[in-house]
């Protein structure tokens, strides 16, 4: 797992996340997101799914929309959807991701097998309420083999 | 980038309002007006909000002027606090960005018979009820889970499929925004996923900066005013701040992804891709239109359930129903939304689509959208401040028809960012202090608690100060917290 920082922005919440691979960087960037909905974590995975997505809009979309897009693909829209999914989990079915084996990170698709942990707010503390992963400020970057994103929370 | 101050022009045009000439920018349609005082134009600079009113008014088709109020700060694109209006029959936009993610975000109030006096003693049962009666915290559901079918319904009825259901009366809607329901919703324009997160969180508060207060009327200034609105010096009301929940969050995310596309293929050239938009009469336009229609109207619901369950716990504190006690809407407003409202445009009446993103409707004493009841004295105007101070009930003047299409501010703002705060206090100091002061909290999360305190938000009556000194609304009387629930 990579690290993450919380970064100053006037009304919600910033976030930094670094990691060595696409992949880390994703389960970091989701790590960093419920650190901030919740107090008190889920012991335990009780539930696996597969998340599987696709970035597949036409290229010249793909490249006039965003200052990351490449011809591979748009790694900002990857990293807001994957983490769109994981929310709308926590929000319908209470899920908090606990673990990550990516069978593909990027750069137009994730595929994964994720462990979900079940929220109780009876016995659970949280914190925040994300309403969204916007789009404002968004960055991915990799350099030298080192990664790094930031993105703001609408909460 | 929020975080470097503004360094761009800001000239007084007097009557409290900062000018941002057009010429400022290459792309800007108009100028931007931003009202403040000279205290809050000094921390409103410092925040760079007024580049983003300065790119608000490069939007296709923006009429008069990228307009802001006194509780500015930066947002997604359009600055909270931000006003924009656009002719839609001269190919003038509507942006998601210009509403925001939390669709129909509003408060309401209600009024009461009873006194600070007789509930000052039974404050602690008061809010202990209200909190245990109303579902509130993250991951919280609501009392019904609807199906897809019902939602269906409720987006296009809003606050009436609740009343109709038996829950609260005809006067509820006459004294809601609207109706409680804007007409043209689209159920078919809103996504199954929003549907999903949307169908057990119908009167439920959520977290962060949504609330309940329990509070006095410590102040009034226009007795004949209060006098029409039900409110009285002393007399005891209740407050709800709370929006669409996950369905209007995600109506917006989806079409967000949309906009983005159609701006390009439209040929906009927008100087912050936060401010997609597509024409107002264009199958995107028109689709958003639909979709944030029923989120709108699905808040409604939301605030109007929301309501029956404060009157429910009241009730059952003083062993009285709501009616005996007085328990009567005052009104409820939205400040995220975009409409399609009549106003004067150079002369000449237009249909503009006017986005008020953390701004409030104000109409004056004659409107016709304003309730009967109020029409000889104007539309109330509920602005909520931190909780640790006071709100504000204002009434709409024709000041604000001509200046600012019938728009005001619509709350204190805030000044510092959460992670600032939480470095600054501690949730169970804020509660101590808050106690020491007479206002009881009762929330779920104390960490969130801390972000909500008060030295986090401007302070509300400077803001409103602005709004009634630049004669946008007059205000009626102060509100003062006497028990806070959160999330």
């Given at each position: 797992?990579?690290?993450?920082?919380?970064?100053?922005?006037?009304?919600?919440?910033?976030?930094?996340?670094?990691?060595?691979?696409?992949?880390?960087?994703?389960?970091?960037?989701?790590?960093?997101?419920?650190?901030?909905?919740?107090?008190?974590?889920?012991?335990?995975?009780?539930?696996?799914?597969?998340?599987?997505?696709?970035?597949?809009?036409?290229?010249?979309?793909?490249?006039?929309?965003?200052?990351?897009?490449?011809?591979?693909?748009?790694?900002?829209?990857?990293?807001?959807?994957?983490?769109?999914?994981?929310?709308?989990?926590?929000?319908?079915?209470?899920?908090?991701?606990?673990?990550?084996?990516?069978?593909?990170?990027?750069?137009?698709?994730?595929?994964?097998?994720?462990?979900?942990?079940?929220?109780?707010?009876?016995?659970?503390?949280?914190?925040?309420?994300?309403?969204?992963?916007?789009?404002?400020?968004?960055?991915?970057?990799?350099?030298?083999?080192?990664?790094?994103?930031?993105?703001?929370?609408?909460? | 980038?929020?975080?470097?101050?503004?360094?761009?022009?800001?000239?007084?045009?007097?009557?409290?309002?900062?000018?941002?000439?057009?010429?400022?920018?290459?792309?800007?349609?108009?100028?931007?007006?931003?009202?403040?005082?000279?205290?809050?134009?000094?921390?409103?600079?410092?925040?760079?909000?007024?580049?983003?009113?300065?790119?608000?008014?490069?939007?296709?088709?923006?009429?008069?002027?990228?307009?802001?109020?006194?509780?500015?700060?930066?947002?997604?694109?359009?600055?909270?606090?931000?006003?924009?209006?656009?002719?839609?029959?001269?190919?003038?936009?509507?942006?998601?960005?210009?509403?925001?993610?939390?669709?129909n975000c509003g408060v309401r109030i209600l009024r009461s018979?009873?006194?600070?006096?007789?509930?000052?003693?039974?404050?602690?049962?008061?809010?202990?009820?209200?909190?245990?009666?109303?579902?509130?915290?993250?991951?919280?559901?609501?009392?019904?889970?609807?199906?897809?079918?019902?939602?269906?319904?409720?987006?296009?009825?809003g606050a009436?499929?609740?009343?109709?259901?038996?829950?609260g009366s005809g006067e509820d809607l006459e004294r809601t925004e609207a109706g409680g329901a804007?007409?043209?919703?689209?159920?078919?324009?809103?996504?199954?996923?929003?549907?999903?997160?949307?169908?057990?969180?119908?009167?439920?508060?959520?977290?962060?900066?949504?609330?309940?207060e329990?509070q006095?009327v410590?102040?009034?200034?226009d007795?004949?005013t209060a006098e029409a609105f039900g409110v009285?010096?002393?007399g005891?009301t209740f407050m709800i701040h709370c929006?669409?929940?996950?369905?209007?969050?995600?109506?917006?995310?989806?079409?967000?992804?949309?906009?983005?596309?159609?701006?390009?293929?439209?040929?906009?050239?927008?100087?912050?891709?936060?401010?997609?938009?597509?024409?107002?009469?264009?199958?995107?336009?028109?689709?958003?239109?639909?979709?944030?229609?029923?989120?709108?109207?699905?808040a409604w619901?939301?605030r109007q359930?929301l309501m029956?369950?404060v009157?429910?716990?009241?009730?059952?504190?003083?062993?009285?129903?709501?009616?005996?006690?007085g328990l009567h809407l005052v009104y409820d407003v939205a400040h995220?939304i975009?409409?399609?409202?009549?106003?004067?445009?150079?002369?000449?009446?237009?249909?503009?689509?006017?986005?008020r993103?953390?701004?409030t409707r104000a109409f004056p004493a004659?409107h016709?959208e304003v309730p009967e009841a109020y029409r000889a004295v104007g539309q109330p105007v509920l602005i909520p401040?931190?909780?640790?101070?006071?709100s504000f009930l204002l009434v709409g003047l024709?000041?604000a028809?001509?200046?600012?299409?019938g728009s005001v501010?619509h709350g204190?703002?805030?000044?510092?960012?959460?992670?600032?705060?939480?470095?600054?206090?501690?949730?169970?100091?804020?509660?101590?202090?808050?106690?020491?002061?007479?206002?009881?909290?009762?929330?779920?999360?104390?960490?969130?608690?801390?972000?909500?305190?008060?030295?986090?938000?401007?302070?509300?009556?400077?803001?409103?100060?602005?709004?009634?000194?630049?004669?946008?609304a007059r205000n009626v009387c102060?509100l003062?917290?006497?028990?806070?629930?959160?999330?």
């Amino acid at each position: 797992m990579g690290t993450f920082t919380v970064f100053d922005h006037t009304a919600d919440v910033g976030l930094e996340v670094r990691a060595e691979s696409l992949a880390d960087l994703l389960a970091t960037a989701a790590r960093a997101v419920f650190d901030q909905i919740l107090e008190d974590w889920p012991d335990a995975a009780e539930v696996q799914e597969d998340l599987r997505f696709e970035i597949s809009d036409p290229l010249e979309e793909v490249l006039a929309r965003s200052p990351m897009a490449t011809p591979e693909g748009d790694l900002g829209e990857l990293l807001v959807v994957w983490l769109q999914e994981l929310l709308y989990r926590f929000e319908t079915r209470r899920l908090v991701p606990l673990s990550f084996d990516f069978a593909a990170a990027g750069p137009c698709e994730v595929r994964a097998r994720v462990g979900f942990g079940r929220f109780d707010p009876a016995r659970h503390r949280a914190r925040l309420e994300v309403k969204a992963v916007t789009y404002h400020g968004l960055q991915v970057r990799e350099e030298g083999g080192a990664w790094s994103a930031r993105f703001i929370l609408d909460v | 980038m929020a975080g470097q101050a503004y360094s761009g022009p800001l000239e007084n045009i007097g009557g409290y309002r900062w000018r941002i000439p057009k010429s400022y920018k290459s792309g800007m349609n108009v100028d931007g007006i931003i009202y403040a005082d000279e205290k809050l134009i000094e921390q409103i600079r410092h925040d760079n909000a007024p580049e983003q009113v300065a790119n608000v008014a490069c939007l296709p088709g923006i009429v008069r002027a990228s307009l802001a109020m006194p509780d500015i700060h930066w947002g997604y694109g359009f600055p909270i606090g931000g006003v924009a209006a656009t002719d839609p029959a001269a190919g003038g936009v509507v942006s998601p960005g210009g509403v925001g993610y939390d669709i129909n975000c509003g408060v309401r109030i209600l009024r009461s018979d009873l006194t600070a006096a007789e509930v000052r003693p039974r404050i602690e049962e008061l809010v202990a009820q209200i909190f245990a009666h109303v579902p509130c915290g993250v991951g919280v559901g609501g009392p019904v889970r609807f199906t897809e079918k019902e939602l269906r319904r409720l987006v296009v009825e809003g606050a009436s499929y609740i009343v109709r259901r038996g829950h609260g009366s005809g006067e509820d809607l006459e004294r809601t925004e609207a109706g409680g329901a804007l007409e043209g919703a689209d159920p078919d324009a809103v996504s199954p996923r929003a549907y999903e997160r949307g169908r057990d969180q119908v009167g439920t508060l959520g977290a962060g900066n949504h609330f309940l207060e329990v509070q006095v009327v410590d102040e009034v200034y226009d007795l004949a005013t209060a006098e029409a609105f039900g409110v009285r010096e002393g007399g005891v009301t209740f407050m709800i701040h709370c929006g669409s929940r996950g369905l209007g969050h995600q109506v917006c995310d989806d079409y967000l992804k949309t906009m983005r596309g159609a701006a390009r293929r439209y040929g906009f050239d927008l100087p912050d891709p936060q401010l997609c938009c597509a024409p107002v009469h264009s199958d995107e336009g028109q689709a958003y239109l639909g979709a944030m229609r029923a989120a709108a109207n699905y808040a409604w619901a939301n605030r109007q359930l929301l309501m029956v369950l404060v009157r429910e716990a009241v009730s059952k504190v003083f062993g009285q129903s709501p009616e005996r006690l007085g328990l009567h809407l005052v009104y409820d407003v939205a400040h995220n939304i975009a409409k399609l409202e009549s106003h004067d445009v150079g002369g000449c009446t237009k249909t503009v689509c006017i986005h008020r993103k953390g701004a409030t409707r104000a109409f004056p004493a004659g409107h016709p959208e304003v309730p009967e009841a109020y029409r000889a004295v104007g539309q109330p105007v509920l602005i909520p401040g931190d909780m640790g101070r006071y709100s504000f009930l204002l009434v709409g003047l024709p000041q604000a028809m001509a200046e600012t299409f019938g728009s005001v501010c619509h709350g204190a703002g805030r000044a510092m960012s959460r992670h600032e705060a939480q470095r600054r206090v501690r949730g169970e100091q804020v509660r101590q202090d808050l106690a020491a002061r007479g206002i009881l909290v009762m929330t779920r999360s104390w960490r969130g608690l801390a972000e909500e305190y008060s030295g986090a938000y401007k302070d509300v009556a400077d803001v409103v100060g602005v709004v009634a000194r630049a004669g946008l609304a007059r205000n009626v009387c102060r509100l003062r917290p006497l028990g806070v629930i959160k999330g």
